[in-house]
């Protein structure tokens, strides 16, 4: 697609900020509040975001945040998280968004970082710009009144309540230590804790403030929303960095009596459904993409990560959008890797999103094969594949950005 000769793209200035605050906020159908400006000034700088203008006027922005994301085995790997992308109803499907991206990937290529990664609208966009999904989370609604736990299951007791003051202190201390050890969840600035304590009345959808619940291991906050059958407990956030936190936690929230339901989000392997005495309690009513990884060098981001099984293969990356690709030898011992260029013939061959849906282990090699992502030379080589790329946590996304 070639691009009308009056747009063009630049770094923004100060002055943009009012122009790229609207673009974004009518994007994204949200009205701007203070918390919001003091959150995204605080994070960017402003010569990171990318402005594509017609004729002198801001029509499309996109940006990226540094951030240390964790990967399987507990390494803290430089990344750049690509946000507010952005381009006015009046200009779309007339290639800005591509136009934005070629300077972003630019920019983020000549940081050196090993991945880029966001959050998508809409899960139709990034796979071209070799962006995979990478975290899976669940929704699911609990009928709290027949929530019993299973006689074998624990009860380890812990959780306090506390008000936001106790909150403000705890939680930043127990999310570092979460984050430290799941694959898929970053470093959570200062700017980002106090955007979720001033908790703005407007971007709460009707529901109550935060209420939180504090455990030595794990905290969740909640807010109430009244529905037409009674009160419903809507978990904003879970972070159990044991499992006798998660169950803890979870045991404090089943005995919010006079709640009919609880909505939570969860990774697919949640234990939460093999602790209650009824399977099928906590009903599944979503199940959907959280991170999206575009791997922009494969020998540091395949190196930088444990295997669960030891094991030499040889993989074909295809990378059209930006020519990442090639073919490489990884090599696993001890569940450390090596990973480098190599002439050798690929056991695997795969395109470059669909290994930023393997890197995390959200997703198995065997699955991508089934729905034709992945083409192995034999059932052995995927079977390899398909074990060594499981993680030792299961991935969830730290927070939205
Ligand atoms: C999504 C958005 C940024 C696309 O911008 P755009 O300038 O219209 O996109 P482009 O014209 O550059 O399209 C680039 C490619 O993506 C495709 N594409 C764009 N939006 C798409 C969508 N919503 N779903 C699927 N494909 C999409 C185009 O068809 C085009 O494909 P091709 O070049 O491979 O043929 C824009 O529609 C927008 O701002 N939407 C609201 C906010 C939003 O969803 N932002 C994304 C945040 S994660």
Redesign the pocket.
């Given at each position: 697609?070639t691009l009308h000769d009056t747009i063009s793209v630049r770094p923004a200035t100060d002055n943009d900020w009012p122009a790229l605050e609207l673009l974004d906020s009518v994007?994204?159908a949200y009205h701007p509040v203070d918390a919001d400006r003091t959150l995204t000034r605080a994070l960017t700088r402003t010569e990171d975001v990318v402005v594509a203008t017609d004729a002198g006027t801001p029509i499309?922005l996109a940006l990226d945040l540094p951030m240390d994301l964790t990967v399987p085995g507990g390494t803290q790997v430089p990344v750049r998280g690509v946000t507010w992308?952005?381009?006015a109803p009046t200009?779309?499907?007339?290639?800005?968004?591509?136009a934005l991206f070629a300077q972003i990937h630019n920019n983020i290529g000549r940081t050196g970082v090993p991945l880029a990664m966001?959050?998508?609208?809409?899960a139709?966009?990034y796979g071209?710009f070799g962006y995979g999904p990478a975290t899976v989370s669940t929704s699911v609604t609990i009928d709290r009144r027949f929530a019993r736990f299973r006689d074998d299951a624990p009860d380890p007791g812990g959780v306090v309540l506390t008000d936001q003051a106790t909150a403000v202190t705890r939680l930043p201390e127990i999310y570092e230590r979460w984050r430290l050890i799941t694959p898929g969840a970053q470093n959570r600035p200062q700017p980002q804790w106090d955007y979720t304590f001033a908790d703005p009345e407007e971007h709460r959808d009707g529901k109550s403030g935060l209420h939180y619940l504090i455990h030595p291991d794990g905290y969740a906050t909640f807010r109430y929303r009244s529905a037409d059958d009674g009160m419903v407990a809507v978990v904003a956030e879970l972070v159990a960095v044991t499992d006798a936190a998660h169950t803890a936690l979870w045991r404090t929230l089943c005995g919010l009596d006079l709640t009919q339901r609880i909505e939570a989000t969860q990774h697919p392997d949640d234990p939460l459904r093999l602790m209650l005495t009824d399977y099928r309690l906590p009903r599944t009513t979503r199940r959907s993409d959280d991170l999206w990884v575009r791997i922009m060098d494969v020998p540091a981001a395949l190196g930088a990560r444990t295997y669960a099984l030891d094991g030499d293969i040889v993989l074909a990356v295809r990378d059209p959008y930006l020519d990442a690709g090639g073919t490489f030898a990884l090599t696993v011992r001890d569940g450390h890797a090596e990973c480098r260029r190599t002439d050798a013939t690929a056991h695997v061959t795969l395109d470059l999103d669909a290994l930023g849906s393997l890197y995390l282990g959200a997703h198995r090699a065997r699955t991508l094969a089934a729905a034709h992502r992945i083409e192995a030379a034999s059932d052995r080589d995927l079977a390899l594949v398909d074990m060594m790329f499981a993680a030792d946590r299961p991935a969830v996304l730290g927070y939205g950005f």
């Open positions: 697609m994007a994204f499309g992308v952005s381009v200009h779309r499907r007339r290639g800005v968004l591509r966001l959050t998508a609208s809409d139709g966009i071209r």
